[in-house]
């Protein structure tokens, strides 16, 4: 069955670092796109950074420049490097998997990890 499982979450000072892992089980990277969500108390889920299935990324503008996805075939794991980490990026994050680009709109299935949290605090 799919399965994502996030790893590498936790507590970290204002403009530390961290490193998120999804590893994807039963997930084609030629297939499925891959994103990072976050969801912070009291917002709504957003965007944080997508890594097409032709390794095209985007990032939500609140992090250009300070995160990194990336995706490691061999291991069928996606990587959220986050840099110079502020409090407003604390959040549960979660991993994302698409499919609907490949197979067409309504054609494709997505699922979600159980999430990790991202606290930010001095």
């Known amino acids: 069955q799919v399965q994502l499982v996030e790893s590498g979450g936790g507590l970290v000072q204002p403009g530390g670092s961290l490193r998120l892992s999804c590893a994807a089980s039963r997930i084609n990277f030629f297939i499925y796109d891959m994103a990072w969500y976050r969801q912070a108390p009291g917002k709504q889920r957003e965007l944080v950074a997508g890594l097409s299935r032709n390794d095209f990324a985007k990032y939500a503008d609140s992090v250009k420049g300070r995160f990194t996805i990336s995706s490691d075939n061999a291991k069928n794991t996606v990587y959220l490097q986050m840099n110079n980490l502020k409090p407003e990026d604390t959040a549960v994050y979660y991993c994302?998997?698409?499919?609907?680009?490949?197979?067409?709109?309504?054609?494709?299935?997505?699922?979600w990890g159980q999430g990790t949290q991202v606290t930010v605090s001095s």
């Open positions: 994302n998997s698409d499919s609907s680009a490949y197979y067409g709109p309504g054609r494709g299935d997505a699922y």
